[in-house]
């Protein structure tokens, strides 16, 4: 079945993007690819002591290895008529211990973006499988991260744990979730893109099983959920849509480029009482190259969460609870910058992201930030040295974030890392 569907999938795509028979002029090709890094991690964390009683507290240490790789199949081909086609599939060790020990390694491995594609010279590129959205992805502008291990879109969040890792909109925020992207050709300097998604599962039957009915199923439209404090959790996107259009131009040695873009979504709805609140988040970003510099910023506002949560919509005080849910919209803002000379690379960013956090009215409002500073160093064709220092913040007032309750204690938790490495590309 898998077999006919796929040779279905290829006919209709030569029927869209080209007359004639799909006759491969060039055979499909396959490669190998990927990468491995290793890095050393001194951590010093708010909150790295968890517990409520000395018999549970469990207190992490600063310093760290830690080691991680992606193997990427890439798979091209190309027809008679001009049409191109590929597939790629990326493999990745990505896989935590459960909260018991030892019930999972954590060198499984899962799979990262999978996805195939058809391309036309004339009328661009449909993609199909797991993978980012246009806005976070194929159109993606004004985030610099080609210095250290990416700064605050790196590898820093490996080493944070618990209530002290702030939220942050980048690259694949939404997760690979299975859908259909087209982008077109390039027009007097401008491109555009639109992406869908029916829900935010990856892969086949995300949660769902032959045996048990659940609200992780990714097919899920409705479920029950209510909890002591009378705001609704729990939920699941649906219908994820993205848009956006690019703009790449030159003036005078200067490569500029700038896009604005849309993400909206609508939400599995609960039986029980309030449900949540579907996505509707814009995005602008602008980037400039030239001689060895690289600037850029982007900035999101919207009804959404930190990171690309979902809102919770407004609802009467539950009965024996004075609570209502605080719907305050989401803004982020990213700024970087770098240049590069002889092989070395040196850069620095920032995002400040606002949010209602955890939606109680008696709470401010929530606030990510972080910086970082960093360098990478090609020592060869595809091997680096890294090196890299991240600031963390994140803040709520009137919210114990180590303890997840009203109060004054624990409004604010701190992180430093600093990053040692090195990787190869191949």
Partial sequence: MRKILLATTAVAAAALFGPGEAVAQQAPTVRVGGYFRFNYAFTNQDGSSVGTTPATTVRNGKSDFASDTEIHVIVEGKAANGLTYGATVEMQVDFNRGATANTSSKTQFDTDEMYMWVASPTLGQLRVGDEDGVVLGALLTGFVTNFGTGGVDGDVYDYVTGPSRPAYIAGGAL????????????????????????????????????????????????????????????????????????????????????????????????????????????????????????????????????????????????????????????????????????????????????????????????????????????????????????????????????????????????????????????
């Fill in 175 to 426: 997760s690979d979730s299975s859908k259909v992207i087209y982008t077109s050709p390039q027009f007097f300097g401008f491109d555009f893109g639109a992406s869908f998604a029916f829900n935010n599962g990856e892969g086949e039957d995300t949660g769902c099983t032959n045996d048990v009915v659940a609200s992780v199923c990714d097919r899920a439209t409705s479920f029950g959920y209510s909890n002591s404090l009378g705001v609704p959790g729990g939920f699941r996107l649906r219908n994820e849509r993205q848009a956006a259009i690019r703009y790449r131009g030159t003036f005078a040695g200067v490569g500029l480029q700038a896009n604005v873009g849309y993400i909206g979504s609508d939400v599995t709805s609960n039986t029980n009482g309030a449900s949540g609140h579907g996505l509707e988040v814009y995005s602008a970003g602008v980037q400039a190259t030239a001689y060895g510099f690289l600037v850029g910023a982007n900035y999101m506002w919207g009804d959404g969460q930190a990171g690309l949560g979902l809102l919770a919509r407004p609802s009467p005080n539950v009965a024996g609870n004075a609570t209502r849910l605080d719907t305050r919209n989401m803004s982020q803002l990213f700024l970087g910058g770098s240049y590069t000379f002889s092989g070395l690379t040196i850069g620095a960013n920032y995002y400040n992201g606002k949010s209602a956090g955890n939606q109680r009215i008696e709470t401010g409002e929530r606030t990510d930030r972080a910086w970082s500073v960093g360098a990478a160093y090609t020592l060869a064709p595809g091997l680096q040295l890294v090196a890299e220092y991240n600031n963390l913040k994140r803040s709520e007032g009137g919210f114990d974030l180590l303890n997840s309750a009203l109060g004054n204690s624990n409004n604010t938790l701190r992180t430093d890392v600093f990053l040692l490495g090195s990787r190869i590309a191949f």
